[in-house]
């Protein structure tokens, strides 16, 4: 259309400067006629121009109505949503390892244990418990767990209620862990909680206030070993943060150092210094063998850090 547009716009300006270099006589002669022709050029092209001038209107008036539709589309998408959160009480429902959330009667949202766990055919998805016990998943073990904490009839027996993953694999017998290794092993431990420590600020793989921290340890061997302990113990804390880490808590650290550290269960048992299947950060320290007023629970300004 603007290739047109411009097309008899050359056109009507030819004309007019054809008709200015004429003889005034000559003008008057044609003057009816000069008058006739102009004006089918201009008024086409007046036409035009409204016609353009329409199109324009109708894109413009045709995008505000698809945004406007959008815009309609996008509220009613985050009105489904809401609705959805309605609708389902378990989309903001916390559940623990062996257990899934239902709606009950009520209408209100629980916590139940899993009722079957898949079948896994991988002999490597098989995990050895602390009471030496094959279980074909990890799911099987959380979930003999949940039927004993919840007083299900399908409990194997008041000791399950602390069932926990020793390592993965099938059970197999571990080599006796000599008295000269266990006595060494808290030194080892806290280098080894240090290192994996820096190497997750190298990776920039740690939150802020701890990294400053790490950074802290660098030179200070007091703080090296005690910032790790207590960055450890408060990452071992999961969900919900009780200021103590339980046998089952521990499996980041003791399923998969088993194979190569067979020091590392008999070393962790001894933590719970009074047996009631939980570690507070006393009992960690002492284990490690650090001085206790070195020690600060540091683990709210850990959490703060992790939503920053």
């Known amino acids: 259309m603007q290739s047109r547009l411009r097309l008899l716009a050359l056109a009507l300006i030819l004309g007019l400067i ?7 006589e000559r003008r008057r002669k044609h003057k009816r006629r000069t008058t ?41 998408h985050d009105d489904n949503n809401r609705e959805v959160l309605r609708m389902d009480p378990c989309m903001d429902k916390h559940c623990g390892a062996g ?8 209408g209100t949202a629980e916590c139940v244990c899993i009722e ?26 959380y979930q003999a ?25 099938e059970c197999r017998q571990m080599p006796m862990c000599k008295e ?24 920039q793989e740690l939150p802020s206030h701890f990294l400053k921290m790490q ?9 090296r070993w005690t910032n790790a302990a207590i960055w450890k113990w408060c990452d071992l804390d999961g969900h919900p943060h009780d200021r103590s880490v339980s046998r089952h808590e521990l499996f980041p650290i003791r399923a998969p150092l088993m194979a190569l550290e067979h020091c590392i269960a008999p070393f962790l048992d001894g ?24 020690l600060e629970d540091k683990c709210d300004e850990l959490e703060e850090a992790g939503h920053e």
């Open 36 to 76: 006739t022709t102009e004006a089918p050029f201009q008024q086409e092209v007046m036409n035009l121009l409204k016609e353009e001038d329409s199109s324009k209107e109708k894109l413009v008036a045709k995008d505000i109505n698809e945004q406007t539709s959008n815009a309609e589309s996008g509220e009613r």
């Open 180 to 203: 000269e290794d266990m006595m060494d092993f808290p030194r080892r431990m806290r280098d080894w909680l240090f290192n994996i420590m820096r190497d997750l600020a190298d990776r």
């Open 215 to 223: 950074r802290e340890a660098e030179t200070n061997m007091t703080l």
């Open 271 to 294: 933590c719970d210094e009074n047996n009631d299947h939980k570690i507070n950060l006393h009992e960690w320290g002492k284990c490690l063998q650090l001085d206790e007023d070195d």
């Open 99 to 106: 257990r899934v959330c239902q709606v009950n009667d009520l």
């Open 145 to 169: 767990r949940c039927f004993c904490d919840s007083g299900d009839s399908r409990c194997r027996g008041p000791d399950y209620q602390h069932i926990h993953i020793e390592y993965y694999g």
């Open 116 to 141: 079957s766990c898949d079948e896994e055919q991988d002999p490597r998805r098989k995990v050895c418990t602390n009471y030496n016990e094959t279980f074909g998943s990890d799911c099987e073990v």
């Open 18 to 24: 054809i008709t200015n270099v004429s003889s005034a």
